[in-house]
């Protein structure tokens, strides 16, 4: 890579790389400079779309800022080069490497709620990236306007939006619109950092389709951050796995989701829940990523494998091409170091998708010492547990709640709007029942309903012991026996803990309600509580901001525990997290379930984990349950287009 | 905007006025005694000069008559005589109306000028040299007494300078000369409470993801500030501002006795050291209005700015994704 061409298209013979990083190292600019990025490289060739998967705290977001030349203040490159077309970009002055910008690269990011200026319309916003577009003059304006309504049918929007507010707009569309803003200077490569994080799965398909449509039309490079594997599988020709700050694998995509070769790729994979079939138990990572600064000499995953040998934690680890690269580059496949079935994937690369590789980035490698003595580690697969008790009807005598025609209605300025219509439901003891939807079709509000923290206008809503009236909130009294009986836990660990008290004084908070409300029996302590989510009885002593988001969600579990519920609502209650942890959680509240026989209204968007966690499904569609029955029929036998829509959005390998 | 929206808030500040001058009007019975001695201060209490005076403020009927009496008047901007001097109340309020005018105006002027800019410039060099420079000065600012700030301008400026005049209003063209220290040393605090609140407008805006995001396309950096940082300060700088003009208001109390201009606010000194309640009456409604009707504007305002705050009314129909 000597040549300093800018290779902006791609030609038949080994085109020089889109993006060349190699060896990036990031570091805390203060203190004891921890590395927070250690040695990264890849490479994205023209049309190629690249992965780049790991859990927070991988690193994946800021090494990608670096190449783009926006590390957050207090951050700064120490090691390495980042070419872009050939031309070494980290030493150029800031107003150059800003130029590029735009034009040779951009980011799209997480939030399209945030990532886009509530005061400025839409079209101004794709605007102002535009490429000489600035001027006053009439023709010019117009000219400015075609162009941006152009942009907007690109993404498949049409031109009406370009004078619309982001508030006016959902969250699929506004990420439609900040892809179009981030192209708009038609850079050769688009950093996607986890554009589909915030959206639902059926909208998340969407963009991704988008994303892809738009990578081929435009040849463009792709690179897609997500800690989603399936994403990743679904929409990358290859795949870079990255810990604690440094790749422990990389590969084309199916054969690292067919034969991973490294132990944190199969330990992700496996706590992985599959809408296909459900495992006994899901396999969760123990532990958490560490922190920069806080990893020992040897391998970073060492302390939460499955594999460790002594060298691992001594021994520093690179990492080592599993096949030598050979003449041609991508789809050789790949001589195994131990015995194992050939793997269909390398062989058969799909000619459709996968953009010319350069010549460097076929093989695979992997920072496993015992790479060769482990062979390719399982895939998971297989082992399908029996579904979920989908057994009889549900009794509605014992039911832990029993919604029945409830309608809640939105009234605004804009016109009123029928969030829910006719609901029924009724959530058996001791079982968990799911409620499926997309964002925008009344789960939320309907869980809000079943505990009191919404009014619905007509129906009839019983929750345990308690019959809510309707078109009023319920006396002190109901609240206190409504606490009593069922509890919840929300989406957002980082929201629902104050950050100014202690775990221990949330706890504490919480037992004492109880003990108020006539439930506890004293026994429960704060440590018993933090026992049962699996916290050291340290955890007490310390505030939110110190933990990590599962064990916030852990903290938030127990505190719901606290009134021995009989009913636990979890909204949304898994979707920010990690899968490693997710999977963690998944398999916590299906011990606790278990043991304390509470029954679970699960709400989610994701019927992979409804595979998982759930006894029964009931499918909420604007406003409406479209389809109930057992997990295993449902999702085996969707009987709704709604339901079918949602399965057929779960990301699938391709 | 919708009229509804307009008629609204103007409602609103109506209800507001209408409960204040209710309590303005209560003052003269909530001054210890009785009213009609008040209002005939320091004049010799007659049995007949308190009948007349009973009877020209109706002071023998129920305190709602009185009321409605009273602000019937003052609608008609007819607030009575000065206790102490017998002239109107209007027309002494009038007389001094121009110059505290002029200098509340100088005074915003200066806070908005100084206070806003250098707000952006401490937010930019944020943990800086020159944020800290800015800020010290700001401290030293918002903890100086309009008084002592003002003895200290008249020293430097006048006395030592002599660029400025020491006291006085001036008269016809000589008056933006003599408004100038008054001014500084009214705005004083106020610069540094805009100050502060604009560096922290501007720094939450920085912080922004669509800043970034914007950054992450190409949009040039001067672009950046002014359309985006900027912008998205603007509504709590624009409320800051609404704010402070009730502060510059009690403000020239204090700053129109150092300098000796016979504004508003000294008459308001006059008229509580001498109980001329009529006057006292006059100036709080008075101050009670420019106060609402600077929030009624900042309120107004505020849907232009920022598209969010607009009626759901006006907002158009959510279009639909192409299929």
């Given at each position: 890579m000597t040549t300093t061409t800018a290779a902006t298209t791609t030609s038949t013979t080994a085109p020089e790389p889109l993006l060349a990083v190699d060896g990036l190292s990031v570091a805390v600019a203060s203190g004891a400079r921890a590395l927070v990025v250690d040695g990264v490289s890849l490479t994205v060739a023209p049309g190629e779309c690249v992965g780049v998967v790991g859990e927070s705290g991988s690193g994946k977001s800021l090494t990608m800022r670096a190449v783009a030349g926006l590390l957050p203040e207090g951050l700064d490159v120490t090691k390495g080069t980042v070419r872009l077309g050939g031309e070494e970009?980290?030493?150029?002055?800031?107003?150059?490497?800003?130029?590029?910008?735009?034009?040779?690269?951009?980011?799209?990011?997480?939030?399209?709620?945030?990532m886009l200026h509530p005061q400025l319309t839409c079209g101004r916003q794709i605007a102002d990236g535009l490429r000489g577009q600035g001027g006053r003059g009439r023709a010019v304006r117009a000219a400015r306007r075609a162009e941006v309504e152009r942009r907007l049918a690109e993404v498949g929007l049409e031109p009406s939006v370009a004078d619309r507010y982001p508030h006016e707009l959902s969250g699929g569309m506004l990420q439609r619109v900040a892809t179009a803003a981030a192209l708009a200077g038609d850079p050769d490569l688009l950093i996607a950092d986890e554009p589909t994080t915030a959206l639902d799965t059926a909208t998340q398909a969407a963009v991704l389709d988008l994303l892809g449509r738009l990578r081929r039309e435009r040849a463009m490079g792709l690179v897609l951050i997500t800690h989603d594997l399936r994403v990743a599988f679904s929409a990358c020709d290859r795949v870079h796995v990255l810990y604690a700050g440094t790749v422990v694998e990389h590969g084309p995509s199916h054969a690292l989701r067919t034969a991973p070769r490294h132990p944190y790729t199969a330990a992700l994979l496996a706590s992985e829940p599959s809408a296909r079939e459900r495992r006994p138990r899901l396999t969760a990572v123990p532990g958490s990523v560490p922190a920069p600064g806080e990893r020992g000499p040897g391998c970073p995953f060492a302390d939460r494998c499955a594999f460790t040998a002594p060298a691992c934690r001594t021994t520093p680890v690179a990492l080592v091409p599993l096949a030598p690269a050979t003449a041609g580059g991508a789809g050789t496949p790949a001589p195994r170091a131990s015995a194992s079935a050939t793997d269909p994937g390398t062989s058969a690369p799909d000619p459709g998708l996968s953009g010319p590789h350069a010549a460097d980035a076929g093989g695979r490698a992997t920072a496993c010492l015992r790479a060769a003595g482990l062979g390719p580690l399982d895939p998971p697969a297989g082992e399908a547990a029996a579904d979920g008790a989908a057994g009889t009807g549900p009794e509605t005598d014992d039911a832990a709640l029993v919604v029945s025609d409830v309608g809640r209605r939105f009234g605004s300025a804009a016109g009123d709007r029928q969030v829910l219509a006719d609901v029924s439901l009724t959530v058996p003891a001791g079982e968990v029942t799911a409620l499926v939807g997309r964002s925008g079709s009344g789960k939320t509000t309907l869980a809000r309903i079943a505990i009191g923290l919404e009014t619905f206008d007509s129906g009839t809503v019983r929750t345990g012991p308690v019959d809510l009236p309707p078109g009023r909130r319920p006396s002190t009294?109901?609240?206190?026996?409504?606490?009593?009986?069922?509890?919840?836990?929300?989406?957002?660990?980082?929201?629902?803990?104050?950050?100014?008290?202690?775990?221990?004084?949330?706890?504490?908070?919480?037992?004492?309600?109880?003990?108020?409300?006539?439930r506890g029996d004293g026994a429960e302590t704060v440590e018993s509580l933090l026992a049962k989510v699996g916290l050291p009885e340290r955890y007490a002593a310390r505030r939110p901001a110190a933990l990590s988001g599962g064990e916030r969600q852990r903290v938030a579990v127990a505190r719901a525990l606290a009134a021995r519920p009989r009913l636990l609502i979890c909204d949304e209650a898994v979707a920010a997290l990690d899968v490693s942890v997710q999977a963690q959680l998944l398999n916590l509240l299906d011990e606790l379930r278990r043991d304390q026989g509470f029954a679970v209204l699960f709400i989610t968007h994701d019927l992979a984990v409804v595979r998982q966690i759930a006894d029964h499904v009931a499918v909420l569609h604007d406003g409406r349950i479209v389809e109930t029955g057992p997990a295993a029929r449902v999702l085996d036998a969707p009987g709704h287009p709604e339901t079918r829509r949602l399965l057929a959005a779960v990301p699938a390998p391709r | 905007m919708t009229a509804r929206y307009v008629l609204r808030r103007l409602g609103g500040t109506l209800v507001l006025l209408l409960v204040l001058s209710v309590a303005v009007f209560a003052l003269l019975q909530a001054a210890p005694g009785d009213p009609a001695r008040t209002l005939l201060g320091p004049r010799n209490a007659t049995p007949d000069a308190l009948a007349a005076v009973r009877a020209r403020h109706h002071l023998d009927q129920p305190f709602a008559v009185q009321y409605l009496r009273w602000a019937g008047d003052a609608l008609r901007l007819d607030l009575g005589t000065s206790i102490r001097t017998g002239a109107s109340v209007s027309a002494t309020i009038g007389g001094r109306l121009a110059l505290t005018g002029q200098l509340v105006g100088l005074g915003l002027a200066i806070a908005v000028l100084l206070g806003v800019p250098g707000g952006v410039l401490a937010a930019l060099?944020?943990?800086?040299?020159?944020?800290?420079?800015?800020q010290t000065a700001s401290l030293i600012a918002l903890s100086t007494p309009a008084f002592a700030g003002g003895l200290v301008l008249i020293y430097v400026f006048s006395l030592m300078l002599g660029w400025f005049p020491a006291y006085g209003p001036g008269t016809g063209g000589d008056r933006l000369p003599h408004l100038v220290l008054p001014a500084v040393a009214l705005a004083l605090g106020v610069t540094a409470v805009l100050l502060k609140l604009t560096r922290a407008a501007v720094i939450r805006e920085l912080d922004k993801e669509h800043v970034v995001f914007a950054r992450a396309r190409g949009v040039a950096e001067r672009r950046i500030l002014v359309h985006y940082v900027l912008r998205g300060a603007l509504v709590p700088v624009l409320t800051g501002v609404g704010l402070v003009v009730a502060y510059l208001l009690a403000g020239t109390v204090m700053v129109e006795q150092v300098f000796a201009l016979p504004g508003l606010g000294s008459l308001l000194v006059d008229s509580v050291t001498y109980r001329d309640v009529p006057l006292v009456q006059a100036e709080a409604l008075l101050i009670a209005v420019l106060v609402c009707l600077a929030g009624l504007l900042t309120d107004l305002a505020q849907p232009l700015i920022d598209p969010r705050l607009r009626p759901a009314a006006d907002a158009p129909r959510r279009p639909k994704e192409r299929r």
């Open positions: 970009v980290l030493g150029l002055a800031p107003r150059a490497r800003a130029a590029l910008r735009g034009r040779r690269i951009a980011l799209l990011m997480q939030d399209p709620f945030a009294a109901d609240r206190r026996r409504l606490a009593g009986h069922a509890q919840i836990v929300f989406q957002d660990p980082y929201a629902s803990l104050s950050p100014l008290r202690t775990v221990g004084a949330t706890l504490r908070e919480a037992l004492d309600a109880a003990r108020r409300g006539g | 060099r944020r943990y800086r040299a020159t944020d800290r420079a800015v």
